[in-house]
């Protein structure tokens, strides 16, 4: 007990700084979610409500605290033991972040029953991190303990009538994942007639999915039927896992005592295993030619020769019709790398979602909700096939199709399309346009006049702030590091001299020759894990590593929707790679020719990684949306702040 | 490296010239000079003209101590006699056996005599005035001073011979080093390392090498071209890849510029940035380098000092930027910069072993080996041009 009161101490203002950082914020979490700036959380809360018809459900506190008895103690455990895999007794013991986040929820329970549950959930977890929390933590406390030893019982008691009352309302299943702020722990709970499809399609998709989700490669042909199992197997096979989304729903289906073995997060294809590599590749529409000289550290990634791909699919330009031509067309634009950047291809993907959702139109005797999913669950995996996905995109998807699953069933199936248009329109506006301005008013404030700021790459949230600190009049100078074999910076170098910046270009290799003059260092992210490991474009980790080695201060720029409960320690596990060939050859220097037909030597190999694993201890500061945080908060973000915006 | 080879052949090819010990050292201290201030990044150069020194002081002083009859001690060669006999007792006695040594193969003396004025008529005119001097003096002392001579020119060819098989020493024991299915990474081209793998390599070991390219110059892409010619399981990755990769790697084995007294090495540019990340996963990090690299100097600064800025055009086009490089001219100081070193400064930390040939040795055992390789005296003369940077 006393470690886990300890352990709450520090996460406090952590957790508050967020607001305390964001400039205008009120700290109107309560109310709104954190930042003024992001409005999406009351919108969310609202539209749901507004929407829903189950009367149950209409103010989703308000239902939440009549639920409570019942939802609340089958929801905690069962989120507990479902959606982190780390073990439940574990995370007490620890007492780390997740176990007084764990805390908070069991001690709700004990709350309930003294009849004091605040109605809004925010709230209370607003006045739990308060002082308030710690008077009723021994209560809190032990009743949480004894949550743990008999989870199973207390689920089962407590689901009978969960399903009993969720039976009534037709649109219960919307409901649950309408709530907003606790709707992770209670969307485990559907109808028993939802749940036995899901489990039947579930059941078949381990069958089918296990197989051919290993591709990366249109999984969601092999499910004609079931379209939940359509959007689980994408899903699995995405390398950016929904595996909340995923596991949600596994874990929601699931008796408790099977929930532990379910934890596992879908499991991302691996192109080592064979036979599921030949089932992927029947049901492809991009074919593309596997690479000859394979890195052997990375069988378990696609390695595909690059370049070959664009004419046949050229040629099947008219078989593709299950793929709107928007999508299509970004896909394309992946393919051949017009597109790059987390944000960019972010937003190039909503936007061919919109086209597609205008255009698209219901076929007759299926619901709008499962067919649009499959759709979308179409469009992704041939996107995939285009180019694995990044994590934002991932993120992204994950937030439409559960816009569209919470999309009430009475709904005409032109304002559903109306208001998933606007759904993609605020995303985009709030998560990545507002977030970045956002962003970019925080990182300004760290820069100061005489600085020299170190950038690597080209990440548009650090050119966006260094433009704004030079309107602001800021003295600084900035030194733009850059690698083989895209050289970004040179891009950003061009922009930054056009706008009369005093600029410093160097390669990668000689960081730590300029790494003396520097004061700060501004990085841009692919994602960032929940350990606070920085997913970023190859070479970051290096930066940032001499940067720690020189004391020099790294702050990572990143929008929160790219933030990703996954952990990862590595950088070879999860990956991308991309065409070998840019490697052999050096833009600008013909002398450099020495490989020019690598592939007739079997023993060479060429390796272009994309991206690479920034350890957290590197970072010093995250900049999100959400104000400045270090490291050791992302997974608190991941877990409130995502619950309450998107859900 | 091949360059700095020749420029040291050079600079001991002319030291048959000198007769007598303290105008041959004056003379080979001006060319000396000279060499190291032409390029005094390039260290090599500078510790080949103090082991030529070296090497007449001792001989010079192994030649003293035979005569222990002591009949025409110069005043010159006295002084330096005594202070390096109070200095290095031991080594003396190693210089006498190497004299010894030299002593029983006779015949290349006359070839090389002959050999050396033509090939030394090439360099610098500075060494002339020595010439001279020495000659005169060489006159008086002639049956010493052709002993002398003959010594120095053995030993120097020696030396010469060291410098020339410094690889294959090293690659001797690179079985010893490289177990079976070992993961290796380096960066860029070393000769020291291209033949220290090879030699695991015929020795039936099979590993894998990472190479990585070491922008800007590329010279990973010879490497791999050449490891793969002799059968090596290579991957090129980019040098931005190092740090995603190095959690693989059993072993970074490289190459270095120069290794100074303190057991820092000055290095190509991009290996801090490899040790670094070899030091947060704990991979060995090897130094192969041949005792003709190891500089007596104490670096500071080394980063700055003893670097050498390269054309920002390896790294930028110049036709593609010429627009952004005109911005400057407006406010008179230019809005671009472009950095371009050549070398990086790995400190004596971050480096686990250096192979040499004479052995592995730790950083901190440097200072120890240079005391073998050069006398003190020497250290401070060479200073001078070097303080001139």
């Known amino acids: ?246 596991s949600d729903k596994k874990g929601g289906e699931r008796i408790p005592e099977k929930d532990k073995k379910k934890d596992v997060p879908p499991p991302r294809m691996q192109f080592d295993d064979k036979n599921r590599v030949e089932k992927a590749k029947r049901r492809a529409v991009v074919k593309p030619t596997e690479a000859r000289n394979r890195v052997e550290l990375f069988r378990h990634l696609p390695q595909y020769e690059h370049g070959t791909q664009l004419p046949k699919l050229e040629s099947k330009f008219f078989q593709l019709d299950p793929v709107h031509p928007a999508v299509q067309k970004v896909g394309f634009q992946y393919l051949e790398g017009d597109i790059v950047g987390g944000n960019a291809r972010c937003i190039a993907m909503l936007r061919a979602f919109q086209e597609a959702i205008k255009d698209y139109s219901m076929p007759p005797e299926k619901t709008l909700a499962r067919d649009l999913t499959a759709k979308i669950s179409s469009y992704v995996s041939f996107l995939i ?35 998933l248009y606007s759904d993609i329109d605020r995303f985009i506006n709030e998560k990545i346009v507002l977030a970045d301005k956002v962003i970019v008013r925080h990182a300004a404030t760290k820069i100061r006049d005489g600085d020299v700021l170190l950038t690597y790459g080209f990440s548009c949230v650090v050119e966006m702030t260094m433009l704004y ?101 590595d950088s070879i596990c999860s990956n991308e790679l991309g065409d070998p060939d840019v490697i052999s050859k050096v833009a600008g220097r013909a002398d450099v020719n020495y490989l020019d037909n690598w592939r007739d030597k079997e023993n060479l190999q060429l390796l272009n990684l994309i991206y690479d694993a920034t350890p957290s201890d590197y970072v010093s500061m995250i900049i999100t949306d959400y104000g400045m945080v270090p490291p050791t908060s992302v997974p608190v973000i991941v877990r409130e702040y995502r619950e309450h915006l998107w859900i | ?22 105008a041959l050292i004056d003379a080979i201290k001006a060319v000396g000079e000279q060499l190291i201030a032409a390029n005094p990044v390039e260290l090599a150069v500078g510790n080949i003209v103090r082991r030529v020194l070296h090497i007449i002081r001792e001989e010079d002083l192994s030649l003293a101590t035979a005569a222990v009859a002591g009949l025409n001690l110069s005043a010159v060669s006295d002084d330096e006699d005594d202070g390096e006999r109070e200095d290095h007792p031991v080594l003396s006695a190693a210089a006498v056996a190497a004299a010894a040594r030299s002593t029983l193969r006779p015949p290349s003396l006359q070839t090389l005599l002959e050999d050396m004025p033509d090939s030394a008529a090439v360099p610098q005119s500075s060494s002339s005035g020595g010439d001279s001097e020495g000659k005169s003096k060489s006159a008086d002392k002639s049956s010493r001073s052709r002993k002398l001579k003959h010594d120095i020119i053995e030993a120097v060819n020696e030396l010469i011979q060291d410098i020339a098989t410094c690889h294959e020493q090293i ?144 790294l ?29 400064y790995v400190p004596p930390k971050l480096v686990s072993l250096f192979i040499t040939d004479t052995g592995g040795h730790n950083p901190s055992y440097m200072y120890r080996l240079i005391a073998d390789y050069y006398s003190a005296d020497d250290l401070v003369v060479q200073r001078r041009p070097a303080s001139g940077n």
Do not use: W
């Open chain 1, 1 to 246: 007990m006393e470690a886990r009161r300890t352990s709450r101490i520090p996460i406090d203002p952590k957790v508050r700084q967020v607001g305390f950082f964001a400039p205008g914020a009120l700290r109107d979490r309560s109310q709104s979610g954190p930042l003024g700036l992001s409005s999406s959380p009351p919108v969310s809360n609202i539209s749901p409500a507004g929407n829903s018809l189950s009367p149950v459900m209409i103010p989703p506190p308000r239902h939440a605290s009549d639920n409570f008895v019942l939802s609340r103690p089958l929801a905690v455990p069962v989120s507990a033991s479902t959606l982190r895999p780390p073990a439940v007794e574990d995370r007490m013991a620890v007492g780390s972040y997740d176990a007084s986040e764990l805390l908070l929820g069991t001690s709700a329970s004990s709350r309930i029953g003294d009849g004091e549950f605040s109605e809004d959930y925010s709230v209370f977890f607003r006045r739990s991190s308060s002082g308030k929390f710690a008077s009723s933590l021994p209560s809190g406390g032990f009743d949480s303990t004894a949550m743990k030893i008999n989870p199973p019982a207390v689920v089962r008691a407590a689901k009978k009538p969960a399903a009993v009352i969720e039976k009534s309302g037709g649109a219960v299943a919307e409901m649950q994942n309408e709530l907003p702020t606790s709707s992770k722990p209670l969307k485990e709970k559907t109808t028993k007639a939802e749940r036995r499809a899901l489990q039947e399609s579930q059941r078949a998709a381990k069958a089918a999915a296990k197989g051919p989700n290993s591709g990366g490669n249109k999984p969601a042909t092999a499910s004609g039927a079931a379209t939940p199992m359509k959007e689980k197997a994408s899903k699995a096979v995405k390398q950016v896992p929904s595996s909340v989304a995923a």
């Open chain 1, 385 to 419: 096939e285009c180019r694995p996905l990044s994590i934002s995109m991932g993120n992204s998807i994950r937030f439409l199709k559960n816009r569209i699953a919470k999309l009430p069933l009475t709904v005409s199936e032109s304002e559903a399309k109306d208001a």
């Open chain 1, 469 to 569: 600190a030079h309107e602001l009049g800021r003295q600084f100078r900035v030194v733009v590091v850059d690698s083989r074999p895209k050289f970004e910076g040179q891009a950003l170098l061009r922009r930054l001299v056009a706008k009369g910046l005093s600029c410093s270009y160097t390669h990668i290799n000689a960081v730590s020759y300029i790494m003396h003059e520097v004061t700060r260092v501004f990085l841009g992210a692919a994602s960032i894990f929940s350990n606070g490991t920085v997913y970023s474009r190859v070479g970051t980790a290096c930066v940032a590593m001499v940067a720690h080695a020189y004391r020099v201060p790294v702050l990572i720029c990143c929008e929160a929707y790219k933030f990703h409960e996954r952990v990862q320690l």
């Open chain 2, 1 to 22: 490296m091949t360059a700095e080879l020749l420029r040291s052949v050079i600079s001991q090819q002319r030291v048959p010239y000198n007769n007598q010990a303290g």
């Open chain 2, 171 to 314: 690659s001797e024991q690179a079985v010893e080093h490289i177990h079976q299915n070992e993961v290796i990474l380096t960066l860029g081209r070393s000769r020291t390392v291209m033949e220290f793998l090879c030699a695991a390599k015929e020795k039936k070991r099979s590993f894998r090498v990472f190479v990585a390219e070491g922008a800007p110059r590329y010279q990973g892409h010879v490497l791999a071209k050449e490891l793969v010619a002799r059968g090596l399981q290579t991957t090129l990755i980019t040098d931005s890849a190092v740090f995603a990769m190095i959690s693989r790697v059993n072993m970074v084995i490289v190459g270095a510029h120069a290794v100074m007294a303190n057991g820092g090495v000055i290095a190509p540019v991009g290996l801090n940035m490899v040790a670094l990340a070899a030091q947060r996963h704990a991979v060995p990090f090897v130094v192969l380098a041949g005792t003709h690299k190891l500089c007596p100097l104490y670096p500071h600064n080394p980063e700055v000092l003893l670097n050498e800025l390269k054309s920002p055009s390896e």
């Open chain 2, 316 to 344: 930028l086009d110049f036709g593609e930027f010429s627009d952004c490089m005109d911005f400057g001219s407006g406010n008179g100081s230019p809005l671009l910069h472009v950095v371009n070193p050549a070398f990086d």
